[in-house]
């Protein structure tokens, strides 16, 4: 896709969602968008969630998903941007060897247990010399964050933060770039591109987001958005601060890898 024809992502993101989570996900869905004109259809989305994430990298394409929660294949059902939907777990994906040309799988390898046995079954899913990509976190997380930036300065301590926050973020696997690479590479995969992104400034205002969101979960309560209106929208004083990070989302002190993979012949 024309770098020229790209939505602005970060401005959607930052209407919609609160502050942490828009931040990560203009960035992943700007990386999407530069690289999506390689996926070959049919496409899988594994973790497919309620849909919203397809919904804006794939407007036209012949896309399925599987996801273990109902709730949200029944929100990703309404939004009729899937040709298909499944509710499975990606350990043992519904469809047929080879069913497909391109796989993809975003912000999800991370909190997946059994890792090893889901990449198989995407593995056999995914057609000879077809695309995989990724994104994932990597062991980078953890001492990137602000919180714990500032309990390591002030008492030593910034890993009692980093582990509260990857519990609460289900995080099971957060290996290094490598660790990453080899597992592809064990289920069949060569890696053919890996693109580090989220770098340090980036991850401690993200950081910062979960708690600057706290007002708006109240709003997200009463009344099912985020935002009560665009000029009511608290994450607008951040969109020319973010804007660099967004418009050029590579960054070698990234500590999330995207991730492109080729199935061998």
């Not at 004109?37 to 497919?48: F, I």
């Not at 080879?98 to 057609?127: D, G, K, M, Q, W």
């Not at 099912?224 to 960054?251: C, D």
Request: proline share 4%; glycine share 8%.
């Amino acid at each position: 896709m024309s770098m020229t024809t790209m939505p602005d992502l970060l401005h959607a993101y930052l209407s919609e969602l609160p502050l942490h989570r828009a931040i990560i996900r203009a960035i992943e869905a700007r990386l999407y968008r530069m690289y999506v004109g390689y996926l070959q259809e049919p496409v899988l989305d594994v973790g497919s969630g309620d849909g919203s994430f397809a919904q804006v990298i794939f407007s036209h394409a012949e896309v399925y998903g599987i996801d273990p929660l109902t709730k949200d294949t029944r929100e990703a059902f309404e939004r009729g941007c899937y040709r298909g939907l499944s509710v499975a777990n990606g350990s043992a994906i519904p469809h047929s060897d080879h069913a497909f040309a391109s796989v993809f799988c975003n912000c999800v390898l991370e909190h997946v247990v059994p890792l090893r046995e889901t990449l198989a079954e995407i593995a056999r899913v995914t057609a000879p010399g077809g695309l995989f990509i990724a994104t994932v976190v990597t062991d980078r997380h953890s001492d990137s964050l602000l919180g714990y930036a500032i309990l390591q300065r002030l008492f030593g301590q910034g890993k009692i933060y980093s582990d509260f926050l990857n519990n609460m973020a289900n995080h099971h696997n957060l290996l290094s770039r490598e660790g990453w690479v080899a597992e592809m590479e064990r289920v069949g995969f060569e890696v053919i591109e890996r693109i580090p992104y989220m770098g340090l400034r980036t991850m401690k205002v993200f950081d910062f987001g979960h708690y600057y969101a706290l007002p708006s979960l109240l709003t997200y309560k009463l009344t099912g958005r985020w935002h009560l209106s665009t000029k009511l929208n608290i994450n607008r004083v951040w969109e020319q601060f973010l804007r660099e990070s967004y418009e050029n989302p590579i960054a070698e002190d990234g500590t999330c890898l995207f991730m492109i993979c080729r199935k061998r012949k």
